[in-house]
């Protein structure tokens, strides 16, 4: 039977940073352009959000802390308190600001390993810059839409990102020149991390020393280019076979490839929505993968199609479970 791909979330207007939690049966995710944390929990069908006072781009769990979760804010890793329902969170405490530089970079994608270190790098606003389009372009249906615009830097010249670990209270960073931070994920054995920087265009992977979390033997996993994917790499989940499913930006679809084989495509799904931006494991099984989405960078792309939360059903392989942040 072909996967069964539902919509389960609507007003969403860009979805990332989805992870499911174990305890609660429940999936959080971000929505970037509100500003917003959100739950949603499958047995009641149910949709929390909160907002907060800037962008963010992951919400984890905080491991044997119920109710507290570490968010990016900004350039801030920060822990808030907040009880999955109100629209409010209760408190907000910054554990370190990653980057002093003045310029415009800012956190994304983020994750926990195995020994709950969060793992996050920056994503460089000077490249490209989410904008508002023309309140007239809209006036049929009154929904906001967002676009891209390249910004006019001279990118060899301008500041880059890096890529950090924070753990025990210490900020790491791991490597420079990062454009867009993205999908990060570790095999089963936590040998092996997967990384992926937008706008290289492809999956890079490291040799991963759990104990210390150095990382060694940067190589090239996948590239979009050389396989001639339409689209762009954005977030990835890993299944118990080590098998990545990674998130096609502007590319309507999620590509299953090989951590084993380099540039070994086994599978894609396709979707309804153009702007395809992460995925997690869920459900009881963790055999539903859960799917967010966008709507920006095209006023075609038209809710509730686009900038939905979505489950994809039947895809005989399952997930890991995701780890929690350690304070």
């Not at 929990?41 to 929390?48: L, V």
């Not at 994750?111 to 793992?119: A, I, N, P, Q, T």
């Not at 339409?230 to 977030?235: A, C, F, L, R």
């Not at 999620?254 to 490839?257: Q, R």
């Given at each position: 039977?072909?996967?069964?791909?539902?919509r389960?979330?609507?007003?969403v207007?860009f979805?990332?940073?989805?992870?499911?939690?174990?305890?609660?049966?429940?999936l959080?995710?971000?929505d970037?352009?509100?500003?917003s944390?959100n739950r949603y929990?499958?047995?009641?069908?149910?949709?929390?959000k909160?907002?907060?006072?800037d962008y963010?781009?992951f919400?984890?769990p905080?491991?044997?802390?119920?109710?507290?979760f570490?968010v990016s804010?900004?350039?801030?890793?920060?822990?808030i308190?907040w009880?999955?329902?109100?629209?409010?969170?209760?408190?907000?405490?910054?554990?370190?600001?990653v980057?002093?530089?003045?310029?415009?970079n800012r956190?994304n994608?983020g994750?926990?390993?195995?020994?709950?270190?969060?793992?996050t790098?920056?994503?460089r606003?000077d490249?490209v810059e989410?904008?508002p389009?023309?309140?007239?372009?809209?006036?049929?249906?009154?929904?906001k839409?967002?676009?891209?615009?390249?910004?006019?830097?001279?990118?060899s010249?301008?500041v880059t990102?890096s890529?950090?670990?924070?753990?025990?209270?210490?900020?790491?960073?791991?490597?420079?020149?990062?454009?867009?931070?993205?999908g990060?994920a570790?095999?089963?054995?936590?040998?092996r991390?997967?990384?992926?920087d937008?706008?290289?265009?492809?999956?890079d992977?490291?040799?991963f020393?759990?104990k210390?979390?150095?990382?060694?033997?940067?190589?090239v996993?996948?590239?979009f280019?050389?396989?001639?994917i339409?689209?762009?790499?954005?977030?990835m989940t890993?299944?118990d076979d080590?098998?990545?499913?990674?998130?096609?930006?502007?590319?309507s679809k999620?590509?299953?490839?090989s951590?084993?084989?380099?540039?070994?495509?086994l599978?894609?799904?396709?979707l309804?929505?153009?702007?395809?931006t992460s995925?997690?494991?869920g459900?009881?099984?963790?055999?539903e993968?859960?799917?967010?989405t966008?709507?920006?960078?095209?006023t075609?792309?038209k809710p509730p199609?686009n900038g939905?939360?979505?489950k994809?059903?039947?895809?005989?392989?399952r997930?890991?479970?995701?780890?929690k942040?350690?304070?």
């Open positions: 039977m072909a996967p069964v791909i539902e389960i979330v609507e007003d207007e979805g990332e940073g989805p992870h499911w939690d174990i305890q609660t049966q429940s959080y995710f971000v970037y352009l509100t500003k944390i929990e499958p047995a009641t069908k149910s949709h929390f909160a907002r907060l006072d963010s781009s919400i984890i905080v491991e044997g802390e119920p109710n507290k570490v804010v900004g350039k801030d890793i920060a822990i308190t009880d999955g329902v109100k629209e409010n969170i209760e408190d907000i405490e910054t554990l370190v600001k980057d002093n530089v003045d310029n415009k956190l994608d994750k926990c390993d195995v020994l709950g270190r969060l793992w790098g920056l994503m606003t490249i989410v904008v389009t023309s309140p007239d372009k809209n006036e049929q249906n009154k929904t839409f967002w676009e891209l615009v390249p910004n006019s830097v001279n990118q010249e301008s990102g890529f950090y670990s924070y753990g025990d209270g210490t900020l790491k960073k791991h490597f420079d020149q990062v454009d867009i931070s993205n990060i570790w095999n089963k054995d936590n040998t991390m997967f990384f992926i937008s706008m290289k265009n492809r999956v992977q490291f040799d020393e759990v210390s979390g150095e990382l060694s033997n940067r190589r996993l996948f590239s280019t050389k396989n001639q339409e689209g762009m790499p954005d977030g890993i299944d080590d098998n990545l499913w990674i998130a096609v930006f502007r590319g999620i590509i299953k490839i951590t084993s084989v380099p540039e070994n495509i599978d894609t799904i396709n309804p929505a153009k702007q395809v995925a997690a494991w459900g009881k099984g963790l055999d993968l859960y799917v967010t966008g709507i920006f960078d095209d075609s792309l199609v939905s939360l979505y994809i059903t039947g895809l005989k392989a997930g890991l479970p995701m780890y942040f350690r304070l």
